[in-house]
């Protein structure tokens, strides 16, 4: 059986220091990279390199369920009642412009790692 041809067929070695190693796993465990070859390859070919968390789209997701039952809250009232209050009308315009406000604000951080 003949051998395969890679892919990548050509490679590169190069000698580091102990504190370079250090801070080149650092930054790789930083961006949550599996390998150091992939790692290497995407700084040393200028790729942006993103560490995207999930906390502030957790963050909203949990923010936009408590809105969503404030609003589900005033809805039920307003149906047993039969009538709607201006202080209900205000909280879910309040609740509106908050959840507004959120998605401006994931938008933007989306925004400034685009640009």
């Known amino acids: 059986m003949g051998k395969e041809k890679r892919y990548r067929e050509k490679q590169l070695k190069f000698r580091v220091t102990d504190q370079e190693l250090a801070t080149i796993k650092q930054r790789k465990e930083m961006m949550n990279f599996k390998s150091m070859e992939q790692y290497l390859r995407r700084v040393a070919c200028g790729a942006p390199l993103y560490n995207i968390t999930t906390t502030s789209i957790d963050n909203i997701a949990s923010d936009v369920s408590g809105i969503s039952r404030n609003i589900n809250q005033i809805a039920k009232r307003i149906n047993s ?25 994931a938008f933007g951080s989306l925004l400034k790692i685009k640009g």
């Open 81 to 105: 009642t039969g009538s709607a209050y201006a202080e209900d009308m205000r909280q879910i315009k309040a609740a509106q412009e908050q959840l507004t406000e959120m998605i401006k604000q």
